[in-house]
């Protein structure tokens, strides 16, 4: 099975910057997607970017230009550094792998991003 562990959330001023990490380990194929999704209390969960092993990216719209999706195979971890943070940008981030090998999906427990004055 596949672990995925998240840290870097916290509470931070609009116009700051956090970088989340996200490190996987177990039994890992090497051609997969990997990625984050958030999720505001009352709103529906979106993808906010996600990154295939050969380092293509997708972000949502609502980021592009902020955030930033990349990874490290050698660590097996995937980061997303997030600046000129906006309050809207509260919710709870959860990453994600999917494997392109055995089309399984793995979740980490999610991280809390806060972004008030």
């Known amino acids: 099975q596949v672990q995925l562990v998240e840290s870097g959330g916290g509470l931070v001023q609009p116009g700051g910057s956090l970088r989340l990490s996200c490190a996987a380990s177990g039994s890992i194929f090497s051609i997969n997607v990997m990625g984050w999704y958030r999720q505001a209390p009352g709103k529906q969960r979106e993808l906010v970017a996600s990154?295939?092993?050969?380092?293509?990216?997708n972000y949502a719209d609502s980021v592009k230009g902020r955030f930033t999706i990349s990874r490290d195979n050698a660590k097996k971890t995937v980061f997303l550094q997030m600046n000129s943070l906006k309050p809207e940008d509260t919710a709870v981030y959860s990453c994600?792998?999917?494997?392109?090998?055995?089309?399984?999906?793995?979740w980490g427990q999610g991280t809390q991003v806060t972004v008030s004055s």
């Open positions: 990154i295939t092993s050969g380092d293509s990216t």
């Open positions: 994600y792998l999917k494997s392109l090998t055995t089309w399984l999906d793995y």
